[in-house]
């Protein structure tokens, strides 16, 4: 690889996941951290790397012009957002390549972060190549009563479909994190609230469109990953099942594949449903012309009905478990980096492989270590952490930035979040043993200021084994 | 001599101290006490009084004619030595005549309404009721007038110096319509440095602005006397059917001080060379003569050599001879027959204040309802008229040509809209199709009339500059301007970041140049600060695209008062911009609704208003009245009237206020929108008259900038004092808007707001 300086726009464990990618791959690389982070291992990491300064302090992790001032002083080549903060900002992208002196943003295009940014027009995409989106407006509506009947419709279609609670959202177009979102029971109501969200989203965000959606209630979290390069190879890395979350919509274990009709029965052809949303996903891919790692979001009710829900055009914290149990043909000496080819793809090279040449084997887990307290609302612990070990297994690996050889203070500013932790077996049934097994064997010790000990969500994750997979 | 002096002989100090207060007179004037040692002269005066009982009579009487031979002497001299910077200190001296003089003199007895001398809503404003009466051959006739004025009330500060606030400028518009009420004529005398600048409600600019706007229509002849004509303060009461000026007085845009200091770039606080103050007081062609030759005024009234002082008598018969011929004489011009008219106007005007100030017949001064009419009409032509002499066209040899098509069309455009919505439209639905018809000859046929004229106009100046607008705008390229087919400002080429000023107050993060001017219309997205933008970005942004037609580019603006350095600026600003005036003036669409719109831009002279672009803005009202479409304002920034073109600019102010008026009444929509600053006269006219105004946020609008407050009244003001959000909570624009929605704003107010004339209603 030419001589590539690669800065890493992040922290925590995706930082140190995106160092291994680089140093995989021979390019040099250069961290930012804030002053909470100055403990953090991926600190820690890039200082003892070798020569040369590698470490830049930062006020914020969320100040463009921060960062790109740190990669002018640093020379670095190539930005690698990560996930959260800047990587699905199309604005840091572009002004990335548009600057005077340029620099490659690891990921998509940003036209394509900023089309499919939008979840209205990635349906109105979608709805164009016969991908299902969830039924309900594909633009934002103006007029009430067209909404009043685009809402009977919806109602009519779900008592059609046998659902004996039909209702629909209604959402603020503008709006986006859950605000400005509710939900209608009956149709003599939808009026009302239907003019409320009109005028909140009017106050809030000067824009009075509304969409309107059916209500989907009891449905499993399916993603589909893939993996593009900008020479118009487009491929998957087959599908994960995110149900398990906690009650504010966090992912807590993660499984791929989708689902597996050996352990459960499902009501529907589960692999049938598989095929045809990666077979969606790649069209839609094609269609935009996608190129990078990005994960397709869907949801899967319970007769089978699969409906696209939303793109993320960014390496994702699960991308690891496709990985694991993906092999590509002549090369399976080497495990499959989704990061690393991520990287490869954004600077210009090609993947050198096809689906033809990608297979799957066995099933992953990954287990989301938190210090939270499941029992209240999953509040967020706030403390030292002393002891922090984890069993040592050839099928399983740890990612984390805290420190094990010394106490280390968790940043009140940012997620608690402590390890992933990535689980392989031969099959689902092999996958959750190792996982239970795992879990009992790792040992978290802390206490907070007042001296109580640290509460993680390691029972939980135990509990909820139980339900992988299972629809 | 000696008659006179024994007369005073039983009283030698009181002739001594008038000796005294001449003496002081002639410093006032001068504005110097070494001037032939005046001061000095002072002395020998005190010292004289000082002596009366100590000095032999026959001692003390030479010594007092010797002293009042050489007053006398100076006081010859210096009458024959004013400057328009003397004439300002004779109308500033405290031994002039005030309001309260002109009360008790001119009038029979007057009531003073609205208050008494400190007990008063604004002391700075006097309104009474009066009996002004005149000789007809042995008969007294009375006459009843409302007199509105100021009263500088020399040396009472609670009178503000003639400075009224502006609940003074309300209590006057409330007594202009008590006027209207009974029918009785209004005298407005005007003793004003300028309006006291301050925005408290209603507004110094706001109410100036409601005062012009309902003068225009009031319904009863209206005389004007200027003595001190201080720009907005004297246009508050100063849009009258006849406009008299004292001989000695000044009626100008700015003070002469003030001019100085932004000529000579004075800093705050810092010294205004006195040359530079005379020099621009000649400039600024701010006497009576000079008024009188530019038509901003009819008549002058003459006053004594060195001016009417308190005890003037003799100016006071005068002046109330002038007063009841000037109202005779807008009467008179209402009357309906003609012969009577003719010979009443010719034996009334001809005759001059002599000797006698009888007259030989008495006119009554109520109107009925046509001669009210004819008084309007009247009193819009003299506005829409005045000055207009002064406005430059494009070529001196196509001035006729240009003239002709206007006319030309003019005409055939207004019978042709006549015809086609005040017609046809009742009967729309039963002749659409015939309309339709109408419409597509009509079109026909009006090319066919001026196309050829228009083609000769352009094959001597060249393509009318409908084209040239959208093509020089378009030359530069922006990263973006691939992506967004859009417009996107210059401003965005750089890749740079700025700063917001709210970044302290809000946390706001450094904006890249290229997001902020590019995406982000200007504006910032965590505080919604509007970062100022060219005014092509409106022009391209706002308006269907291609519907941008620029019209009248040949009234270009000048320098007709030679006023020195302004040519080059001019030239300068000509050059920079590629454009001839202050202003630009086109129809557009604006999501399909056909609008009228003129714009007052930054870049040329800080979009001050002069002859030419009140002339543009008065044409492209008409244009909006005759073609029923919906007429905005839109102010990119204004920095006020032109100050070099002096009266000619301040009549703008009434004559585009006018053009508004009967723009508004005829049942249009007239729309303001002020972006960056807007400030002063044309605020305070043509703008604040309308009854949709609005903000573009972040903008700044008043009447007087803080320096200019600051040094007026002493007061200091926090620096959002003008700001569009404190306009709001004053009362004094109707809504702030975001760059961004300013065309979805703006179309909704032109489908919701406005008369019932507009074309698509």
Known sequence: MKKEKILIANRGEIAIRIMMACEDLGCDYIVVYTHEDRESLHVRRAREKGPGKRTYRIASYKDPNEIFAVADQAGATAIHPGYGFFSENFRFARRATMRTRPITFIGPRWEVIRDLGSKINTKKVAKSLGIPVIPGSDSPIYSEIEAEALAEELFLQQREQGIRAPSVLVKASAGGGGMGIEEVQHLDTFRRVYRRIQNYAKRQFGDEGVLIEQCLRDYQHIEVQLLCDRHGTVTHFGTRNCTIQSTGRQKRVEVAPGFDPEVWDYSFDSLRVLKDITGHSVNLAREVGYDSAGTWEWVVTRDGRPYLLEVNTRIQVENEISACISRIRGREDTPVNLIREQIRTALGEKLGFTQKDIYFEGTSIELRIVAEDVKRGFAPWCGTITRFEFPQRPWARLYSHVPADKPYNIPTEYDPNLALAIIWGKDTGEAVERAGEFLLGSNIEGHNAKGEPVITNLAYLYDRLDDVLRF | ?761
């Open chain 2, 1 to 761: 001599m000696t008659d006179t002096l024994h007369k005073h002989i039983a009283d030698s100090g009181q002739f001594l101290s008038q000796l005294a207060s001449r003496i002081t007179y002639l410093i006032d004037i001068i504005g110097d006490g070494s001037w032939f040692d005046l001061e000095k002269l002072l002395e020998e005066v005190q010292q004289v009084r000082n002596a009366i009982f100590d000095l032999p009579e026959k001692e003390l009487f030479k010594r007092m004619l010797m002293l009042e031979d050489r007053i006398s002497i100076l006081e010859d001299r210096a009458a024959r030595e004013i400057t328009p910077a003397r004439m300002v200190n004779i109308v500033r001296s405290v031994q002039r005549f005030t309001l309260q003089d002109i009360l008790e003199n001119v009038y029979d007895s007057f009531t003073e309404l609205g208050g008494e001398e400190d007990c008063n809503i604004d002391p700075a404003i006097v309104v009474a009721r009066a009996t002004i009466s005149r000789r007809v051959k042995k008969r007294i006739h009375k006459h009843q007038v409302m007199v509105i004025g100021h009263e500088k009330g020399m040396g009472e500060e609670y009178r503000n110096g003639g400075c009224a606030k502006p609940w003074g400028n309300d209590k006057a518009l409330r007594y202009m319509k008590v006027a209207e009420t009974e029918g009785i004529p209004i005298h407005f005398l005007i003793f004003t440095p300028g309006s006291y600048p301050i925005e408290d409600f209603p507004g110094a600019a706001q109410q100036i602005a409601r005062n012009i706007y309902a003068m225009c229509k009031l319904e009863v002849p209206t005389v004007s006397f200027i003595s001190e004509g201080g720009s907005g303060g004297a246009e508050a009461i100063g849009l009258a059917d006849f406009r008299l000026m004292a001989s000695h007085g000044y009626y100008s845009v700015i003070s002469p001080e003030g001019a100085a200091a932004i000529e000579g770039k004075i800093r705050e606080g810092g010294k205004v060379p006195r040359e530079l103050v005379e020099k621009c007081a000649r400039q600024l062609k701010m006497t009576a003569r000079d008024n009188l030759g530019l038509g901003t005024i009819d008549r002058i009234v003459h006053e004594p050599p060195l001016g009417a002082r308190k005890d003037d008598y003799d100016f006071f018969r005068r002046l109330r001879f002038e007063m009841i011929r000037a109202t005779d004489e807008v009467v008179l011009r209402t009357k309906s027959f003609r012969t009577f008219r003719a010979y009443a106007l010719k034996k009334q005007i001809a005759k001059d204040y002599g000797s006698s100030d009888t007259f030989d017949v008495h006119i009554p001064w109520r109107l009925s309802e046509k001669e009210t009419e004819r008084l309007l009409e009247n009193r819009s032509r003299k506005y829409r008229s005045m000055g207009q002499g002064y406005t430059e066209l494009k070529k001196e040899s196509l001035i006729d040509l240009h003239k002709l098509r206007d006319k030309t069309r003019e005409t055939i455009t207004r019978t042709y809209y006549e015809i086609k919505y005040g017609l046809l439209k009742p009967h729309k639905k039963n002749v659409q199709k015939v309309l339709e018809e109408v419409t597509g000859e009509g079109a026909a046929f009006l090319a066919k009339i001026t196309e050829p004229v228009k083609a000769a106009v352009d094959f001597l100046s060249g393509p009318d500059g409908e084209q040239r607008l959208l093509s020089d705008e378009n030359q530069h390229t922006s990263i973006f301007s691939r992506e967004w087919e859009q417009y996107v400002s210059p401003l965005a080429n750089e890749d740079r970041t700025v700063t917001c000023p709210n970044a302290a107050k809000y946390g706001c993060m450094d904006l890249w140049v290229p997001d902020l001017y590019g995406e982000f219309c200007g504006v910032c997205p965590t505080c919604g600060h509007h970062f100022p933008l060219e005014y092509q970005w409106y022009l391209q942004n706002l308006f269907d695209r291609g519907s941008v037609k620029e019209f009248n580019r040949h009234i270009v603006s000048g320098n007709p008062l030679k006023f020195e350095g302004l040519d080059a600026r001019l030239n300068r600003d000509m050059q920079r911009t590629g454009r001839r005036s202050g202003i630009i003036t086109f129809k557009a669409s604006v999501l399909g609704v056909k609008i009228v719109v003129a714009m007052l831009y930054s870049n040329f002279r800080s979009g001050t208003v002069g002859s030419a672009e009140g002339e543009k803005f008065l044409r492209a009202c008409d244009l909006a009245r005759t073609r029923r479409r919906p007429f905005l304002a839109y102010i990119h920034t204004t920095g006020g009237i032109r100050i070099q073109e002096g009266t000619l600019g301040v009549i703008q102010m009434p004559r585009c206020t006018m053009a508004v008026r009967e723009y508004v009444d005829s049942g249009g929509l007239y729309i303001v929108v002020y972006d960056n600053n807007s400030y002063a006269g044309p605020v305070a006219s043509f703008l604040g008259c309308s009854p949709y105004q609005v903000g573009i946020r972040s903008s700044r609008i008043g009447f007087a900038g803080p320096r200019v407050i600051r040094e007026t009244t002493g007061q200091d003001v926090p620096p959002d004092y003008h700001s569009a959000r404190n306009a709001l909570r004053r009362g004094h624009i109707q809504g702030i808007w975001d760059r961004r929605d300013f065309r979805k704003n703006l179309h909704d107010a032109l489908m919701t707001m406005g008369g019932p004339n507009l074309y698509y209603k």
